[in-house]
């Protein structure tokens, strides 16, 4: 009897564990999937004539002119700078 009484003060805890419900996962940053690149950083620079732009170490980028021919390969972690023959920022843009 007092083998079987200890059993379930012992086992109690672990039923009550059992019961509580689930953490749900943490919620992925929405910003990051759509602006992998960070571009949203540099939407104020749009519409400037030959803006400074800083770009941090390590962070790939290109900058091309609206009439000119650009690769078109897409790669989500580079930043685009697109500026007219005047150099006016036309987009700032992942790809």
Known sequence: MKL???LAILAAPFALAAC???APPPEEPTASIADPCGAAR???LV????PTI????GQMYRIARED???TMEMIQERLTFVVD??????S???S
């Open 4 to 6: 079987a009484l200890s």
């Open 20 to 22: 509580t419900p689930e």
């Open 42 to 44: 540099y939407s104020h």
């Open 47 to 50: 519409g400037q004539t030959s």
């Open 54 to 57: 800083t770009v941090p170490e």
């Open 68 to 70: 000119r021919p650009m």
């Open 85 to 90: 023959s005047r150099g006016k920022m036309l």
């Open 92 to 94: 700032v843009s992942c």
